[in-house]
């Protein structure tokens, strides 16, 4: 199996320094809730959010996709900025699924688990991948 295909699919919220956690979760409840995100869009390999088109939404993003690539580093995010403001989230196999099953309801619901639950479901499925 290739490195790429051993990578677990879980986020880890230890990656992200331990003073920026709590503002981290806080702002993906910001940047995904339903009353902002304004359209969603399936991708080949992942989905594409439609956020507000203003500067503090772009800062908020940026700072987001910062510290979420460091607890999961098997997304690939791409901005689209022009008369829309696009997060396209996407990865290699099965990131489209977790996307699907995880993600998308939890935006629907706006029920975002804690980071502690976050890095318990990490540590499992880390601790699977090594027996």
Known sequence: MSEQNDQIIACNP???????????????KELF??????????LA????FRLPLDTIMLHKATKWIANERLCCPFFTF???????FW????????????????????????????????????DEASANSNS
């Open 33 to 42: 809730s339903s009353s902002t995100i304004l359209e969603t869009r399936e």
């Open 14 to 28: 230890a990656a992200i320094h331990p003073d920026e956690r709590e503002a981290h979760g806080l702002l993906a």
């Open 78 to 84: 791409t901005l689209i900025v022009g008369e829309q």
């Open 87 to 122: 997060i396209e989230v996407s990865g290699t196999e099965g990131v489209k699924e977790l996307i699907k099953l995880e993600l998308l309801p939890m935006l629907e619901s706006g029920d975002f688990p804690t980071m502690d639950a976050l890095q318990t479901i990490y």
């Open 45 to 48: 390999d992942g989905y594409g």
